[in-house]
Structure formats: structure tokens, C-alpha cells
């Protein structure tokens, strides 16, 4: 299986600050690479597939980038709403795997 | 828009077995694009992928659960199953159904909570 590693596993920040998580893949992925965001007692939400494109309805503040086997997710500016853990998941493998999440809190 | 739905029973006992199911609306499990997920997450913890099948049969599962698991479609129904055998307090979980690509998983069941005990 292709071991996808966050990091951090998880940070404080305050509304307005640039985030960054990384994703690290065990082996190359191209970029079939994708983020989703969680809130507590919600199912996951997918923000950015193939490690950049923004799923429809997703704020601009996210972005994603990354090929091979290092990719990031950034959001620009955190919002209230942002508040939440963070999973990166590889499709280049049939088995599909999924980072073992960031959790964002509020500082 | 589409809707998927989970149900089944919420307390299993060792060694029996959990079977759960997501009935899907507002679109169709035969659409050619797309898979049919069972995703986990046990109370606490990050996801893990269970597996996927295709309308076409086509089915692939998480080599640890392999052995255990099965899933299948209903297209009379438009629904899709979930069977996990010989359970343990280690498949405790929330299991959430999914629609999938080639790429990601871009539309997620809300989750339902399977206890395994005595």
C-alpha cells in the first residue's frame, strides 16, 4: 500500500493566518492526489482533487499543490470555519489510502 | 442532487456479522463513472478505506479487511451493501458510504456508528 504522512498532525492558528499542511506519498503519485476537510460528527468534504483543481463551491482561500510525491495544501487566510482536520488521499493505487489527518485548532 | 443514505444494525456481536446498507437517490449506481465506497473511521481516529465496487462488478479491497469483506450491488434498489465477517471490538467504527471516481470521493452518507460488543 502507498503510506500517505501529514504533517503536522495538528497546529494552532488564528483567523487570518496563512496554513500550511504537507502530505507526504511513500512512492510517486503523479498527482492523483486529493484533500478533504472534516468537522466533528460530519462526514468528509472534498476540497481539492488531483492536487490543485478546487471542487465546485470550495473558497479560494484553499489551494493545493504538489506532484510526486510531495503536495501541500494552503489556506490563504484562515476563517472561522476552517476549524477542522484535514485528510490528504492518494487514487494512484487501486488501494485507495489516506494520511492520518491534520487537526486545526484555534490558537 | 445526490443522496446517499446508510442503515443497518448498530450493535453487532463478536465474531457475527455486520451488514449494512446505503440506499442512493437523485442519481443512479449504474452510472458507469463512478464506484461505490465503504469508508471507516473508528471513534477518535482517521479514516481507512474499506473498498469499492464498480457498476460493472469490478471490486477492490483494503488488503487488511480482504478476507472479511465483501460488497455488492442492488440495482433494482439503486442501493449498495457492505458485509464484514467474524467482527472484533476493533471494527467499532463509523461507516460512511460514498460515491467515487477515478479520482476522489465527492459525495459522502452522513456516517452511522456500528458498535461491536457483547
Known amino acids: 500500500d502507498i503510506q500517505l504522512t501529514q504533517s503536522p498532525s495538528s497546529l494552532s492558528a488564528s483567523v487570518g493566518d496563512r496554513v500550511t499542511i504537507t502530505c507526504r506519498a511513500s512512492?510517486?503519485?503523479?498527482?492523483?492526489l486529493n484533500w478533504y476537510q472534516q468537522k466533528p460528527g460530519k462526514a468528509p468534504n472534498l476540497l481539492i482533487y488531483?492536487?490543485?483543481t478546487l471542487q465546485s463551491g470550495v473558497p479560494s482561500r484553499f489551494s493545493g499543490s504538489g506532484s510526486g510525491t510531495d503536495f501541500t495544501l494552503t489556506i490563504s487566510s484562515l476563517q472561522p470555519e476552517d476549524f477542522a482536520t484535514y485528510y490528504c488521499?492518494?487514487?494512484?493505487?487501486?488501494?485507495?489510502?489516506f494520511g492520518q489527518g491534520t487537526k486545526v485548532e484555534i490558537k | 442532487q445526490l443522496h446517499l443514505q446508510e442503515s443497518g444494525s448498530g450493535l453487532v456481536k463478536p465474531s457475527q456479522t455486520l451488514s449494512l446498507t446505503c440506499v442512493v437517490s437523485?442519481?443512479?449506481?449504474?452510472?458507469?463513472?463512478?464506484?461505490w465506497n465503504w469508508i471507516r473511521q473508528p471513534p477518535g481516529k482517521g479514516l481507512e478505506w474499506i473498498g469499492y465496487?464498480?457498476?460493472?462488478?469490478?471490486?477492490y479491497y483494503n488488503p487488511s479487511l480482504k478476507s472479511r469483506v465483501s460488497i455488492s450491488l442492488d440495482r433494482s434498489k439503486n442501493q449498495f451493501s457492505l458485509n464484514l465477517t467474524s467482527v472484533t471490538a476493533a471494527d467499532t467504527a463509523v461507516y460512511f458510504c460514498?460515491?467515487?471516481?477515478?479520482?476522489?470521493?465527492?459525495?459522502w452518507g452522513q456516517g452511522t456508528l456500528v458498535t461491536v460488543s457483547s
Open positions: 460514498a460515491r467515487g471516481s477515478s479520482i476522489a470521493v465527492d459525495s
Open positions: 437523485g442519481g443512479s449506481i449504474s452510472a458507469s463513472v463512478y464506484s
Open positions: 465496487m464498480y457498476h460493472s462488478g469490478s471490486s
Open positions: 512512492q510517486s503519485i503523479s498527482t492523483y
Open positions: 488531483v492536487a490543485s
Open positions: 488521499q492518494q487514487s494512484y493505487s487501486m488501494s485507495r489510502t
